[in-house]
């Protein structure tokens, strides 16, 4: 066989076989689903409610906190506050205690401090979900009333959200 001819027998050959050396492996594919439910969720922060130092009580002493609610969009929920953890506060008379002596306060839910915050069962402060967290305003009263005992006068309020 001529040289030329030989050549040309091995490129041809050459050239058959690099296209079954790169050639792809065969494959197979399956699909499948990624799922996840979204439910109705709320999550519930809240501030301090700090009335400041104050003296005699001949005049009404107003502060407020803030109350932030994030709850899963179209979901109904209601905002209560609790009574309190002082011993005879009641939703419709909270109290502060400092040793054996108490303050009274109020929480309301309008800013003309008519609206009473009632606890979780009772509670007419709703609203519905967006995704974002929405802020409610606390707004807090120190009645006038005969002055307590000198001290520093604490509450603890749950604040609970119903969904």
């Known amino acids: 066989m001529d040289f030329s001819l030989r050549r040309h027998v ?43 130092t104050v003296g005699l009580l001949a005049n009404n002493v107003d502060s407020s906190s803030t109350i932030t609610i994030t709850c899963t969009p179209t979901t109904a929920y209601k905002v209560g506050l609790d009574a309190g953890n002082v011993t005879g506060s009641t939703v419709d008379n909270r109290l502060m205690a400092s040793g054996a002596s108490t303050l009274r306060y109020q929480l309301y839910s309008d800013t003309a401090r008519t609206q009473v915050w009632r606890d979780a ?26 002055t307590p005992a000198v001290g520093s006068y604490l509450a603890q309020v749950t604040a609970t959200i119903t969904y």
């Not at 050239?15 to 439910?39: D, E, G, R």
């Not at 999550?43 to 409610?49: G, I, Q, Y």
């Not at 069962?121 to 009645?143: F, K, N």
């Open 121 to 146: 069962v009772d509670s007419t402060v709703s609203g519905t979900g967006s995704g974002l967290a929405q802020t409610m305003t606390v707004y807090g009263r120190i009645p006038v009333q005969t």
């Open 10 to 52: 091995r490129v041809l050959s050459i050239a058959l076989i690099l296209p079954a050396a790169f050639a792809p492996a065969a494959t197979k594919t399956a699909k499948f689903n990624v799922t996840a439910t979204v439910q109705n969720d709320c999550t519930v922060a809240a501030t301090d409610l700090a009335f400041g």
